[in-house]
């Protein structure tokens, strides 16, 4: 090493080399090297993935932080310019709704130019990478910083729009996770592993969430129930490890600029802890999930259809596809003025974040019944210490406020939802379940105002516990997911409610997973993104239907005694990727894949002298053309519920259909939809 470093001392000015400089000391250079060969080793040994997965956590947890404080201080704006702008309702109303709709449309507009891909949640198109379809250029890095201006322009529009951060933080989650991989192939110059680059991906998902909610735990489980259909358990260190330092990293920065004494949850609550329900409460937790399981199936059902007609609408997909800022704005301008609080703001506690919506809707005690014999005043300015004046109104009562918030509340997710800018969408249903939850809640103390009598005592209702139940339960039914029960756990930092709010959480996913398809599985089927779908129900007839019932029979085959004009012409007739390669077209032995690009390669470097029909496929392979050999192959007895369990576990695309060796078929994606297809639905007899 030859590389100057500085001047002898007492020279006249010569450059030293490192070499020269450690020249007289041998031993020293011997000992610093074998103590740098000796840390490396060591360090290696630990795994190269601890690194990557902590420096992922650390990377997130101050995106987020920094992303919270500044949609915190743009938020605090807006409430002061409301503030202050004065008593013409004019004023008001305008500074109420300019605000968000000039946010939303840059939202829109910058991220939109720069990329189409930052709009929207970004998990249904993960969870499609993630079953081994490939969407170019969705995780490159140079989407990061439109997803990450615009969803700091949604989020700041506070809960006028009322859009969350969870899926677009997965999202930019697993692009840092894939540049942060390819960054360390080219380094190391290993090859490829996409199958390690999945487990990446799937824990990038968790650390998504953890550093949101500050919740690892869920975020593991919730990442995996979300993104993918098979999880080995070798590979939970990676997720729990990397949502943890997330996690930890994002609350320990709130303790570094003085928000919090110390690492605590995001949602503080005051439950009971000696006897939080009664044993007959048991009933009401499981019917408050039915019921949330119920308006689940509605919500989703109409979401999926108004995104299909928004879609297919001349009108609004011309305006869509010309000019997506200015549906933006039109979108935020009728939620913005719905929500304006001297109006119909009212009575939906406009006033409120969404961060008191939920302190609110947490409160153990009862509205109904602290309101019967005294009505207290609506205060001019947020009380901090009374959230839960905002729920109240004389005349329409704590039922009457909290009724019409889920009315106004379910149209109003759904159309936005439609608004082309990176929004989350999780945190808008997880309180809109709170929502559900307390109105029974409400309800059950003031049917049983001293409480439920259960072996002659008796403890008040809270009904903060059902609103936690209703969150899980709605959000849970939604997602179809069951982590979100411990997700609420640790997010108020409290157990007590645990066996009840599970058992709500389970009775909202049997209702809704027996009767529509997931949030997110909808956006793909609306958006025709290629997906695997699930045999609902895991059917027993999926057994009974083979391979050899829905196999392709039409397939294309190249022998090796194929003359090269015909290998020719069907590589310039076809568009495969692909062909498979058979021992003789007599036999049609299979024995590998060929490419079509390497295909096309070889045949344009052939001479042009070459004699029609002497030269043979195997003359191109014997010259170095690739083959691939088969690995895998199904029979055409095998069962329609075990290739569907191959192509989930594996990640496959296609797969050749072989009997004693001969190929007969292919199965791909195509022939799978349509099997399952027939199965839920079959076809009706001619």
């Not at 379940?433 to 403890?459: D, Q, W």
């Not at 294309?556 to 003789?584: G, H, N």
Request: proline residues 6%; contains cysteine; positive net charge.
């Amino acid at each position: 090493m030859e590389e100057l470093v500085g001047l002898r001392e007492g020279s006249s000015g010569s450059p030293v080399s490192l070499r020269e400089l450690w020249g007289p000391y041998p031993r020293v250079r011997r000992g610093v090297r074998g103590g740098l060969e000796w840390l490396k080793q060591k360090l290696f040994c630990v795994g190269e993935d601890w690194y990557f997965l902590m420096t992922l956590g650390v990377l997130m947890a101050l995106i987020s932080y920094t992303m919270n404080f500044t949609i915190g201080r743009v938020v605090r704006a807006h409430k002061w310019l409301y503030r202050e702008i004065g008593d013409s309702h004019l004023l008001r109303y305008l500074s109420w709704t300019v605000y968000p709709v000039a946010l939303v449309s840059f939202s829109s507009g910058f991220s939109q130019s720069i990329t189409p891909f930052s709009g929207g949640s970004g998990i249904p198109e993960l969870k499609t990478i993630l079953s081994g379809v490939v969407l170019e250029d969705y995780l490159d890095i140079k989407n990061f910083g439109a997803k990450v201006a615009g969803l700091t322009c949604t989020l700041a529009t506070g809960s006028t729009i009322f859009l969350g951060k969870v899926g677009p933080f997965v999202h930019l989650s697993v692009m840092i996770a894939a540049y942060l991989g390819r960054v360390h192939t080219k380094a190391t110059g290993e090859s490829e592993n996409k199958s390690k680059q999945n487990e990446m991906l799937v824990a990038a998902a968790a650390v998504g969430v953890a550093t949101v909610f500050a919740a690892p735990f869920s975020g593991v489980l919730f990442s995996i129930e979300v993104m993918s259909s098979h999880f080995s358990v070798w590979d939970y260190w990676r997720g729990f490890f990397a949502a943890t330092c997330g996690a930890f990293m994002f609350r320990l920065l709130a303790v570094f600029n003085s928000e919090q004494e110390t690492i605590t949850s995001l949602y503080k609550t005051s439950f009971r802890v000696d006897v939080p329900f009664d044993l007959p409460e048991i009933f009401f937790f499981v019917a408050l999930g039915a019921i949330c399981g119920i308006l689940s199936c509605a919500y989703l059902f109409c979401q999926r259809t108004f995104l299909g007609f928004v879609k297919t609408n001349r009108v609004i997909s011309k305006l869509l596809a010309t000019s997506k800022p200015l549906y933006s704005a039109l979108a935020a301008l009728v939620l913005a003025s719905i929500t304006y609080p001297p109006g119909v703001g009212r009575f939906l506690a406009s006033r409120l974040s969404m961060k008191e919506h939920l302190d609110s809707l947490f409160d153990n005690h009862s509205w109904a019944l602290m309101t019967r014999n005294s009505s207290p005043p609506w205060p001019e300015e947020l009380d901090p210490q009374n959230l839960w004046f905002e729920w109240y109104h004389p005349q329409f009562t704590i039922f009457g406020t909290l009724a019409f918030f889920l009315v106004m509340k379910f149209w109003m997710l759904i159309l936005a939802t439609t608004i082309p800018i990176p929004a989350g969408y999780f945190m808008p249903i997880f309180i809109f379940g709170a929502a559900i939850g307390r109105l029974i809640g409400e309800a059950l103390a003031l049917a049983f105002p001293e409480g439920i009598v259960a072996g002659g005592v008796t403890n008040p209702i809270m009904p903060g516990g059902y609103a936690l139940a209703g969150a899980a339960a709605f959000s849970g039914a939604v997602t179809h997911t069951i982590s979100t029960a411990l997700l609420a756990f640790e997010l108020t930092g409290q157990i007590v409610h645990a066996l009840p709010v599970l058992m709500a959480v389970l009775a909202a996913n049997a209702v809704a997973q027996s009767c529509q398809p997931s949030f997110y599985d909808g956006t793909i089927i609306v958006k025709k993104l290629p997906y695997l779908p699930w045999i609902r129900g895991r059917k027993i007839s999926s057994q009974r239907v083979i391979v050899g019932h829905f196999m392709n029979c039409t397939i294309t085959t190249l022998a090796k005694d194929t003359p090269l004009e015909e290998v020719a012409r069907v590589v310039t007739s076809t568009d495969l990727a692909k062909y498979f390669l058979v021992e003789s077209t007599e036999s049609q032995i299979l024995v590998g894949t060929v490419g079509r690009a390497h295909l096309v390669q070889a045949l344009q470097a052939e001479p042009p002298s070459w004699a029609p029909g002497h030269r043979r496929l195997r003359d191109l392979l014997a010259g170095g053309c690739p083959t691939e050999p088969v690995t895998l192959q199904l029979s055409p007895e095998t069962s329609l519920h075990q290739a569907h369990n191959l192509f989930e576990l594996l990640k496959l695309q296609s797969l050749p259909v072989t009997s004693l060796g001969r190929a007969v078929g292919s199965v791909s994606w195509v022939e799978l939809k349509k099997a399952i297809s027939n199965l839920t639905n079959p076809p009706a007899p001619k």
